[in-house]
């Protein structure tokens, strides 16, 4: 086997690495962007403004992290 047909090989233990890292990193940075905003909220009182940009808002991040995350592995 050539060396162009093991980098064309899918390694099922690096998927699930992947697919672990993105979940972890999403939902991290969800659950950041909730926390923040609801420290705001308590501050200024204004429950629940602030706790759903800070949702969105992570939400956000997570998405463009996950794709810079997985440009690599699509070839883009």
Same mark, same amino acid.
């Given at each position: ?15 699930? /690495? ?39 808002? /992570? ?15 699509? /070839?883009?």
């Amino acid at each position: 086997m050539d060396n162009n047909n093991k980098k064309k090989q899918i390694n099922p233990w690096r998927a699930f /690495g992947l697919v672990g890292v993105i979940g972890i990193e999403l939902a991290a940075l969800l659950l950041i962007g909730i926390w923040v905003g609801m420290q705001i909220d308590q501050a200024l009182q204004t429950s629940p403004l602030f706790l759903i940009v800070g949702m969105l808002l /992570g939400f956000m991040i997570g998405i463009w992290s996950v794709v810079k995350l997985i440009k690599p592995f699509i /070839g883009d």
